[in-house]
Structure formats: structure tokens, C-alpha cells
């Protein structure tokens, strides 16, 4: 699938989604949110609005519900609830995308091929089939039409964005806008399924050497863009295997555990979905991992700080436990440092008044999360997807065999994995990458010096001109216009929505206020429309 472009979705094709939004919306009392987290709408009301939004929605609400830095328990728990599924498409659709995909009418690529689904979610649907030349396998099926409605709806909610911090500027706070364009990019990811077999590939690769474990591998002549052909794997589900053969549990989590932590910290590519419908074991007792649609992916400076971090948390060295964490964020001069080492003393003091056994992995890091959260760190939208991992894993093995040492196996594969860290030949490759980059700045710094040297002989460092004074005064007086324009669209919404919520019936006080959040919503969206105008017109002209 093409990647999404929300900018391909201009105003005029989004209009009519953005308008039922915002109706569902008023509806749901979600306009009295922006008076403050007192007005927020009831847990449930928010989940029942995702549902009704739809598939983008859906995929929000479960982003959203990671966010544990963000959000109030009662919300997680809430959105947690949120099915991955809906209604399977007919037999006829899927036909339809298997043979444009791959070519050939259905009768000639299968000898046999599944009508009922094995399973049905949101993105996509899996069959089970067998090949011409007899290969058992799963085909998985992308729904139609969804790269243009997910465009649609991330279009939609760029422009509520920034309709919302025009009129309520503390919103800009929150990040709204990298949120939803990390949405996007997770929704891109989850509906690529070439990246969905580059990431079974690599898995495969990597975890070769793991005897316990079998991962199914793609059928590249049956996969096409959005159609993904795989092996079938025939196993049973690992929670349902585990109340009949519960003997089996230790060596299974371990496996699992091995699994999980030496893609994180070894190879940076991870499993970030592993509950039990993910999770099969095989007749020959092996372990099977399916569905790599959700995969979060560290890179190698990350992953060293992570190992880091680890360690200081352990050490209760709350300025190394810091310095780690920041290291693997994005910079901000929003970041408040003494405040975040203050919490994160207390996050470790809590982490080792614990019992070493009763403490869980994901419950540290979604507590390291929010303490960053709120100073100013902007946490990448990976380190929920590890989080993740960790806290379905932490449930799951402790429904499995409660009785199973997580910390004991966690240390034990952490112990392995820092002495390959340090190994000699992976000390021998950094420091021959370090005597390259050290060679590089060698020969870059005289030319870097002469040429800084130059501008301050001729004044051009850090000089303001003229003409950026004026541009500057221009900016300012465009802002303030709009500043007054929004203040007056704000008045229309919030009284209105006052009007509908407090009058019950249908009298005349209910149709002024509907009639006053539709003048609103048209003020407000030209406003929006004109702030947005200018965001890009000045981004182009920075290219």
C-alpha cells in the first residue's frame, strides 16, 4: 500500500467527514473538554465515540490507549476495550482484491481457498488456502478503499488540531499535532504490508538460532500489495494449550521471554503485539509468533541507552537513571530537569519498595513515561509500543502460570545479553567506528573553523536585518487579527454547547444553541482553514 498523505485530502473532499465529526462530537460532549479536564465527557461516552467514528477512530482510541502518560486510568482501561475487529467483507470484495492483485482469476492460483474468514479485523482479513503446488497456507486481505479514508480522516483531524490551538493556545502543550502525525505514520506502517514482510524476514533472521521457536514465512508469489500470503501455522493458542498441558508453561515463557528481549535489546526490531491469539504452540511443542503488522523499532544508540536506563534503575542512580532516559527522547528547551529528577527519584524509590518478584517491567516504564511527559519530554511514540509489549506480555504470562519467575528470567536473559554486549568483537567494532568518525572531525574541523571564522570578520553571525524586523511586525499584527476572530468563535461554541447541554427538550433554547455551534464551527473553521493556509505557505517558502 502507497504510504498516507493526508495533504492529498484537500478541504473541499474532507469537509463533509470533518462536519459529522464535529457533530459526534457535540453530541457526545466532547466540546466541553476544552473548558478544562473537569468537563471531560465519561470514560465510556469517549470509547462509544471512537465506535461510532469508525476504522481510523477505532486505531486512534487504541493509540491512544497506551498513552498512559497522558491519560487517567479509568480512560486506558476504558479505551483498552476498543475491538480490533468489524463485520468481515463479502466473499465477492475479497475475490476481487486477491485476483487485482495478483493477476490470475482465484481458481487458477488456489486448488482450494476458505470463504469464511479465520479471522476479521480492522485493517484486513485472513483466509486459509492452499496452493496449485499444494503449499498450506493463510492469505490476508487488506479491506478496499482504505488508504483514501484513513487520508480523509488524518486530514480531518489535522485540521480540528489546528482549529483547537487557535482557539485554545495552551492545547499547543500537549503535542496534538506530532500525536496524530504519529498516528498517521503507525496507520502507514500497519497497512504496508511489504514492511509487514520485511519485518517477518528480519525476524526470522534474527532468531534463527532459537530452537523453540518458529515464525511462519511469506509466500512472495502470492503477495502483492495489499494482499499478504503466508505459511499456515498449525498450532493451538498459547492460553488454551496452557489449561490443558500447564506443564508446558515454564518452557514456553522463557522462550518468550528470550524472544522478546533479545529482539529488543539485540536486534531493535520487536514484537509489539504479543498476545495470546498471536501466540500458537505448535504439535512438536515449539512456539509460533504471528501477525508482525505491529512492530516498534529501536535503533542501536537507543538501545544502549535503554540498556543504560536499566541498569540505573536497578542501582536506584536516579542522575544516571535521567541522563539515560533523555538521551533516548526528542530534545526540547520545554524540558524541566530538576523537576524530572525529582520524579524520577520517586519513581525508583517505588520501583524498589517493591518485592523483586511482584515488579513489573511495563508498569516502570509507563511511570517513567509520565514523569516525562509532564516536563516537557516528548516521548517517541516507539517507547509506547515497547511499553506495550511488555505490559500484554507481563499479563499474559501471568495468566499462564502465575507461579513463573518473570524477574528471575528477565535478569537471567539481560545477564547474557550485556556480556555479548561487551564482548571483544563488539568492542573491537565500535572502536573501529570510532576511529573513522574520529578521522572524519579531524579533517572536517579546519574547514568548519575557517568558515565560522569568516562570518564573524564580516558580521554575519546571529545579525537580525531590517527586513526580518519588518516580516516580524507583519506576522504579529496577522496573529493578533486572528487571535480576535478565534476568541469570537470560541464564545459561539462554548455558549452554544452550554445552551444544548443544559436544555434537555427540544424548545427554542436547544435549536439557538445548536443554531449558535453551527455559526461556531463555520467561524471556527475559517480561521483554522486561514492559520493552516499560512503554516504551509510559510513551510514551502522555508524549502
Same mark, same amino acid.
Given at each position: 500500500m502507497?504510504?498516507?498523505?493526508?495533504?492529498?485530502?484537500?478541504?473541499?473532499? #474532507?469537509? &463533509?467527514?470533518?462536519?459529522?465529526?464535529?457533530?459526534?462530537?457535540?453530541?457526545?460532549?466532547?466540546?466541553?473538554?476544552?473548558r478544562g479536564r473537569n468537563h471531560w465527557p465519561p470514560p465510556k461516552e469517549v470509547r462509544e465515540t471512537f465506535e461510532e467514528l469508525g476504522l481510523t477512530f477505532l486505531k486512534l482510541g487504541q493509540v491512544l490507549a497506551l498513552r498512559r502518560d497522558l491519560l487517567p486510568d479509568e480512560y486506558i482501561d476504558?479505551?483498552?476495550?476498543?475491538?480490533?475487529?468489524?463485520?468481515?467483507?463479502?466473499?465477492?470484495?475479497?475475490?476481487?482484491?486477491?485476483?487485482?492483485?495478483?493477476?490470475? &482469476?482465484?481458481?487458477?492460483? !488456489?486448488?482450494?481457498?476458505?470463504?469464511? &474468514?479465520?479471522?476479521?479485523?480492522?485493517?484486513?482479513?485472513?483466509?486459509?488456502?492452499?496452493?496449485?503446488?499444494?503449499?498450506?497456507?493463510?492469505?490476508?486481505?487488506?479491506?478496499?478503499?482504505?488508504?483514501?479514508?484513513?487520508?480523509?480522516?488524518?486530514?480531518?483531524?489535522?485540521?480540528?488540531?489546528?482549529?483547537?490551538? #487557535?482557539?485554545?493556545?495552551?492545547?499547543?502543550?500537549?503535542?496534538?499535532?506530532?500525536?496524530?502525525?504519529?498516528?498517521?505514520?503507525?496507520?502507514?506502517?500497519?497497512?504496508?504490508?511489504?514492511?509487514?514482510?520485511?519485518?517477518?524476514?528480519?525476524?526470522?533472521?534474527?532468531?534463527?538460532? *532459537?530452537?523453540?521457536?518458529?515464525?511462519p514465512d511469506v509466500v512472495a508469489d502470492y503477495s502483492r500489495g495489499t494482499v499478504l500470503t503466508l505459511e499456515f501455522a498449525a498450532g493451538e493458542r498459547v492460553d488454551l494449550y496452557a489449561s490443558k498441558h500447564p506443564e508446558a508453561m515454564p518452557k514456553a515463557i522463557g522462550t518468550l521471554v528470550k524472544v522478546m528481549l533479545q529482539t529488543i535489546f539485540e536486534e531493535g526490531l520487536f514484537h509489539a503485539d504479543p498476545h495470546p491469539g498471536n501466540v500458537l504452540i505448535l504439535p512438536d511443542g515449539r512456539l509460533c509468533l504471528l501477525d508482525y503488522g505491529m512492530t516498534g523499532e529501536l535503533d542501536e544508540p537507543t538501545r544502549e541507552s535503554l540498556t543504560l536506563l536499566l541498569e540505573a534503575v536497578v542501582n536506584k542512580d536516579t542522575r544516571a537513571a535521567t541522563d539515560a532516559y533523555l538521551e533516548m527522547t526528542t530534545a526540547s528547551e520545554k524540558v524541566n530537569r530538576p523537576a524530572l529528577m525529582v520524579d524520577m527519584k520517586v519513581v525508583l524509590r517505588e520501583i524498589h519498595r517493591q518485592d523483586l518478584a511482584e515488579v513489573s517491567v511495563g508498569d516502570a516504564f509507563t511511570s517513567l513515561l509520565r514523569a516525562g511527559s509532564r516536563h516537557g519530554v516528548h516521548n517517541p511514540g516507539e517507547f509506547f509500543l515497547l511499553t506495550r509489549a511488555f505490559v500484554i506480555l507481563e499479563s499474559m504470562m501471568r495468566r499462564l502460570d502465575p507461579q513463573f519467575d518473570f524477574m528471575g528470567a528477565f535478569r537471567e536473559e539481560i545477564t547474557r545479553l550485556t556480556a555479548q554486549h561487551f564482548?571483544?568483537?563488539? *568492542?573491537?567494532?565500535?572502536?573501529?567506528?570510532?576511529?573513522?568518525?574520529?578521522?572524519?572531525?579531524?579533517?572536517?574541523?579546519?574547514?568548519?573553523?575557517?568558515?565560522? !571564522?569568516?562570518?564573524?570578520?564580516?558580521?554575519?553571525?546571529g545579525r537580525l536585518q531590517a527586513p526580518a524586523v519588518e516580516a516580524l511586525g507583519?506576522?504579529?499584527?496577522?496573529? =493578533?487579527?486572528?487571535?480576535?476572530?478565534?476568541?469570537?468563535?470560541?464564545? =459561539?461554541?462554548?455558549?452554544?454547547?452550554?445552551?444544548?447541554?443544559?436544555?434537555?427538550?427540544?424548545?427554542?433554547?436547544?435549536?439557538?444553541?445548536?443554531?449558535?455551534?453551527?455559526?461556531?464551527? !463555520?467561524?471556527?473553521?475559517?480561521?483554522?482553514i486561514s492559520t493552516l493556509r499560512r503554516d504551509r505557505g510559510r513551510g514551502r517558502g522555508r524549502r
Amino acid at each position: 500500500m502507497a504510504m498516507i498523505d493526508p495533504d492529498n485530502s484537500s478541504l473541499l473532499r #474532507s469537509a &463533509p467527514r470533518l462536519m459529522h465529526i464535529l457533530r459526534v462530537l457535540v453530541r457526545h460532549k466532547f466540546l466541553g473538554a476544552l473548558r478544562g479536564r473537569n468537563h471531560w465527557p465519561p470514560p465510556k461516552e469517549v470509547r462509544e465515540t471512537f465506535e461510532e467514528l469508525g476504522l481510523t477512530f477505532l486505531k486512534l482510541g487504541q493509540v491512544l490507549a497506551l498513552r498512559r502518560d497522558l491519560l487517567p486510568d479509568e480512560y486506558i482501561d476504558e479505551l483498552e476495550q476498543l475491538l480490533d475487529q468489524l463485520p468481515a467483507l463479502g466473499f465477492d470484495a475479497v475475490r476481487a482484491t486477491v485476483e487485482g492483485e495478483l493477476g490470475a &482469476p482465484l481458481t487458477e492460483l !488456489f486448488s482450494s481457498f476458505s470463504e469464511a &474468514p479465520l479471522a476479521a479485523a480492522t485493517i484486513a482479513q485472513v483466509h486459509e488456502a492452499t496452493t496449485r503446488d499444494g503449499r498450506h497456507v493463510v492469505v490476508k486481505v487488506q479491506r478496499p478503499g482504505l488508504e483514501t479514508m484513513i487520508a480523509t480522516d488524518i486530514a480531518a483531524l489535522n485540521y480540528l488540531v489546528v482549529l483547537g490551538e #487557535s482557539l485554545f493556545p495552551r492545547l499547543r502543550a500537549l503535542d496534538l499535532a506530532i500525536l496524530v502525525q504519529e498516528f498517521a505514520d503507525s496507520l502507514s506502517r500497519e497497512t504496508d504490508f511489504q514492511q509487514e514482510g520485511r519485518s517477518i524476514a528480519r525476524s526470522r533472521d534474527a532468531l534463527v538460532d *532459537i530452537s523453540d521457536l518458529w515464525i511462519p514465512d511469506v509466500v512472495a508469489d502470492y503477495s502483492r500489495g495489499t494482499v499478504l500470503t503466508l505459511e499456515f501455522a498449525a498450532g493451538e493458542r498459547v492460553d488454551l494449550y496452557a489449561s490443558k498441558h500447564p506443564e508446558a508453561m515454564p518452557k514456553a515463557i522463557g522462550t518468550l521471554v528470550k524472544v522478546m528481549l533479545q529482539t529488543i535489546f539485540e536486534e531493535g526490531l520487536f514484537h509489539a503485539d504479543p498476545h495470546p491469539g498471536n501466540v500458537l504452540i505448535l504439535p512438536d511443542g515449539r512456539l509460533c509468533l504471528l501477525d508482525y503488522g505491529m512492530t516498534g523499532e529501536l535503533d542501536e544508540p537507543t538501545r544502549e541507552s535503554l540498556t543504560l536506563l536499566l541498569e540505573a534503575v536497578v542501582n536506584k542512580d536516579t542522575r544516571a537513571a535521567t541522563d539515560a532516559y533523555l538521551e533516548m527522547t526528542t530534545a526540547s528547551e520545554k524540558v524541566n530537569r530538576p523537576a524530572l529528577m525529582v520524579d524520577m527519584k520517586v519513581v525508583l524509590r517505588e520501583i524498589h519498595r517493591q518485592d523483586l518478584a511482584e515488579v513489573s517491567v511495563g508498569d516502570a516504564f509507563t511511570s517513567l513515561l509520565r514523569a516525562g511527559s509532564r516536563h516537557g519530554v516528548h516521548n517517541p511514540g516507539e517507547f509506547f509500543l515497547l511499553t506495550r509489549a511488555f505490559v500484554i506480555l507481563e499479563s499474559m504470562m501471568r495468566r499462564l502460570d502465575p507461579q513463573f519467575d518473570f524477574m528471575g528470567a528477565f535478569r537471567e536473559e539481560i545477564t547474557r545479553l550485556t556480556a555479548q554486549h561487551f564482548s571483544v568483537e563488539r *568492542i573491537k567494532s565500535k572502536t573501529s567506528k570510532l576511529a573513522r568518525e574520529l578521522e572524519r572531525l579531524i579533517f572536517d574541523t579546519p574547514g568548519d573553523a575557517r568558515r565560522v !571564522f569568516r562570518r564573524i570578520a564580516e558580521g554575519n553571525l546571529g545579525r537580525l536585518q531590517a527586513p526580518a524586523v519588518e516580516a516580524l511586525g507583519g506576522r504579529v499584527s496577522r496573529n =493578533l487579527k486572528r487571535l480576535t476572530d478565534a476568541i469570537a468563535a470560541a464564545a =459561539l461554541l462554548i455558549g452554544g454547547s452550554m445552551l444544548v447541554n443544559a436544555q434537555r427538550d427540544t424548545g427554542w433554547h436547544h435549536y439557538f444553541g445548536e443554531a449558535l455551534v453551527g455559526v461556531g464551527v !463555520f467561524c471556527t473553521l475559517l480561521v483554522g482553514i486561514s492559520t493552516l493556509r499560512r503554516d504551509r505557505g510559510r513551510g514551502r517558502g522555508r524549502r
